[in-house]
């Protein structure tokens, strides 16, 4: 009983290291985009998807309609939305969960973006003024 304990602390801490890995690379990503150029997320995150959900901290899962989400998803969801200064990008893929990211706002900020509009495609254009808040460019 004592190592199977072990290792599901183990698992769960690899896991957890892992998660920030991949975070801080797409982040780090994200953060190498310029001021004042436009750009599209879909040649930064080159996985396949057709949605993007931007979700604040503290928003509800059930905001988000027309995305079948695994149990697992939502326990990864809650917990990456728990976190304040960060927003959690959700990539879709036919209403399907392909990859998730907690992002700090520091890196780049779509809480003004998402008080009106929270998912986007893969070819919508955005840009970052000096403060690195995103907006839309039609």
Same mark, same amino acid.
């Given at each position: 009983?004592?190592?199977?304990?072990?290792?599901?602390?183990?698992?769960?801490?690899?896991?957890?290291? /892992?998660?920030?890995?991949? +975070? $801080?690379?797409?982040?780090?990503?994200?953060?190498?985009?310029?001021?004042? !150029?436009?750009? !599209?997320?879909?040649?930064?995150? $080159?996985? +396949?998807?057709?949605?993007?959900?931007?979700? %604040?901290?503290?928003? @509800? &899962?059930?905001?988000? @309609?027309?995305?079948?989400? /695994? $149990?697992?998803?939502?326990?990864? &969801?809650?917990?990456?939305? /728990?976190? $304040?200064?960060? %927003?959690?990008? %959700?990539?879709?893929?036919?209403?399907?969960?392909? !990859?998730?990211?907690?992002?700090?706002?520091? %890196?780049?900020?779509?809480?003004?973006?998402? +008080?009106?509009?929270?998912?986007?495609?893969?070819? !919508?254009?955005?840009?970052?003024?000096?403060? @690195?808040?995103?907006?839309?460019?039609?």
């Amino acid at each position: 009983m004592k190592n199977w304990t072990i290792g599901i602390i183990v698992s769960i801490s690899i896991l957890s290291c /892992s998660n920030l890995n991949k +975070d $801080e690379f797409f982040t780090n990503k994200l953060s190498n985009i310029a001021i004042n !150029q436009p750009f !599209q997320l879909n040649t930064i995150f $080159e996985e +396949d998807w057709d949605t993007l959900y931007v979700m %604040a901290p503290y928003e @509800r &899962l059930d905001s988000i @309609r027309g995305v079948n989400f /695994s $149990e697992g998803d939502k326990n990864v &969801l809650m917990v990456s939305t /728990s976190y $304040e200064g960060n %927003a959690t990008f %959700a990539f879709i893929k036919n209403k399907r969960m392909v !990859q998730h990211y907690m992002i700090p706002y520091t %890196a780049v900020d779509f809480f003004p973006l998402i +008080d009106s509009i929270n998912y986007f495609s893969p070819k !919508q254009k955005f840009i970052l003024d000096e403060n @690195r808040v995103v907006s839309l460019i039609d």
